[in-house]
């Protein structure tokens, strides 16, 4: 009776953890009223698609990543569909229902008819090119010219992913335009802008920040066009101002009720302090444990990112083990979440870590893109990172990693060593605030076939030989949407990515 007991709350959570469906919050995609002028629907329109973001993107990059596992002691998990790879259209649905739904608010602020509201509508420019990235980056072709027109077109056509990249680089530029030319009689953005409460510049550095990720995406590819293509694009950011201290969002989270909490804290806890079954259910894996544990270099970071170490070290779990008690061999106490995931209930969010920033700029010097000393911004992406996450001792850590190929950065390395050393580093800064980049980044580069697959010493967990390379397109799509949704098998997406993905 006792293992019912546990199965029922894994039952429960594997049909819920994956999307949005417990955000009570979330925007309703109703065209906005024109007497609700962009400043009064700014901060609703900026926090919207970051609940899903934080929470469903978390969940989703940290299991397909094997930095999580699942807390064996305490659910009986036999193999979910992050180990097992046996995707659905429901799986991590809340993704694309979660970023088209409350992205609408943006597409408002950007065609809402009042006048001189001009930084308000370049902000909603840029942030729905960083949603709109991701689902090109998860899904392929998306709806996107016609999207969000609401009873005006209930069936969108889907565009070319390829297309609506370039698109998203020029809506970005657009902005930066509007920023960089304002009217005199442009209103003043404020408070309702709780990202960087009205601050311009700050936005300015963000957009050429997002520009820099949107282009390296696409930096793998080798045809002519995009070569040329490329070389313009990046030309245009070698003087450009990138972002350089961590961009947070906070509305003003608190304690006070469950809707005011910081989305991530409210996913893990209650008003009361008391762990939810979201928090019980996952742990450390053992893969990410190990590298962070390093017995020549330990990380320390680790004590960080999660909690209940063992002998100072993370204590994880192989992902599809089972607890010792079931025949298996997880640890009998497993590491679970710390302070850089999950603190308070008023924790700032995480949009983009500097950290993140320094490594792509590490990345465009490292590939003649942009000028610039490689390893400095290498260095200063790990110490943003160590500093983000109040980890001791960062430049005795940064000096030793720095001998250590894949891990470190070093001009005596080879392009694929350094090329490791920042996707690795950039793995362990983003997991407690994007690591849904981070998969989409270590697909980009192929790195994410050295990643362990789920299984244990009897066996495999999965038949297939690598990881999705994007998601199915969801339920709502082919019931609401049939007659544009693409025709997808499960088999397409471990063989197909988005345009900018060339098999390694």
């Known amino acids: 009776m006792k ?15 994956c999307d949005d469906y417990l955000d009570v919050n979330s925007p309703v995609d109703n065209p906005t009223g024109d007497q609700v002028t962009p400043d009064l629907s700014l901060a609703a329109a900026e926090t919207g698609p970051y609940r899903t973001f934080s929470r469903t993107g978390m969940i989703f990059g940290n299991l397909f990543m094997n930095n999580w596992g699942f807390n064996v002691n305490a659910f009986a998990v036999t193999n979910p569909e992050e180990f097992s790879l046996a995707l ?40 729905k090119s960083f949603y709109f990235q991701y689902l090109v980056d998860l899904y392929g072709d998306i709806p996107y010219s016609e999207a969000h027109l609401g009873s005006q077109n209930l069936s969108p056509a889907y565009d070319d992913d390829q297309v609506v990249y370039r698109d998203l680089v020029v809506q970005i530029e657009e902005a930066i335009d509007i920023i960089d030319n304002p009217s005199s009689s442009t209103i003043a953005v404020g408070n309702e802008d709780v990202i960087f409460q009205g601050d311009m510049q700050a936005w300015k550095r963000f957009a050429n920040t997002l520009k820099l990720r949107l282009l390296l995406r696409q930096s793998e590819m080798t045809d002519a066009e995009t070569t040329t293509y490329l070389a313009q694009e990046f030309s245009e950011l070698s003087s450009a101002t990138f972002v350089t201290s961590d961009v947070i969002i906070n509305p003003g989270y608190s304690n006070a009720n469950t809707e005011q909490q910081n989305p991530v804290y409210g996913l893990f806890f209650d008003v009361g302090g008391n762990s939810s079954a979201f928090y019980r259910q996952y742990g450390a894996s053992k893969y990410f444990g190990d590298n962070l544990n390093d017995n ?3 990380d320390p970071r680790r004590s960080r990112i999660f909690t209940g170490l063992v002998g100072g070290n993370v204590a994880g779990v192989i992902q599809g083990d089972v607890s010792v008690n079931n025949g298996g061999t997880a640890p009998p106490n497993i590491s679970q979440f710390g302070a850089a995931i999950v603190s308070s209930a008023d924790q700032d969010g995480y949009m983009m870590l500097a950290s993140e920033s320094f490594f792509l700029q590490a990345e465009a010097v490292l590939r003649g893109y942009i000028p610039g000393d490689a390893q400095a911004f290498f260095d200063a992406g790990v110490q943003a990172s160590m500093v983000q996450m109040s980890a001791v001792n960062p430049t005795a850590y940064l000096n030793g990693v720095n001998g250590v190929p894949g891990k470190g950065f070093s001009s005596a390395y080879t ?25 989409i980044e270590y697909t980009r580069t192929g790195f994410i076939d050295e990643i362990p697959l789920a299984g244990v010493p009897a066996g495999s967990a999965t038949s297939r030989p690598h990881r999705q390379r994007r998601l199915l397109y969801p339920t709502t799509e082919l019931v609401g949407n049939s007659a544009n949704v693409p025709t997808l098998s499960l088999d397409d997406i471990f063989n197909q990515g988005p345009f900018w993905l060339v098999e390694q």
Not at 3 to 17: E, G, N, Q, V
Not at 90 to 101: A, E, I, V
Not at 104 to 117: G, Q, V
Not at 415 to 439: D, P, S, W
């Open 3 to 17: 293992k019912i007991k546990f199965i029922i709350p894994i039952l429960a959570l594997s049909l819920f953890s």
């Open 88 to 127: 659905t259209n429901s799986s991590y649905s809340g993704l694309w229902d979660g970023f088209y739904t409350s992205t609408a608010n943006l597409t408002n602020i950007i065609k809402h008819p009042a006048a001189n509201y001009e930084n308000h509508k370049a902000i909603a420019k840029i942030l």
């Open 296 to 298: 020549t270099l330990p």
């Open 415 to 439: 392009f694929e060593q350094n090329m490791r050393a920042i996707m690795y580093q950039k793995n362990v800064a983003l997991t407690g605030a994007n690591a849904m980049e981070v998969f």
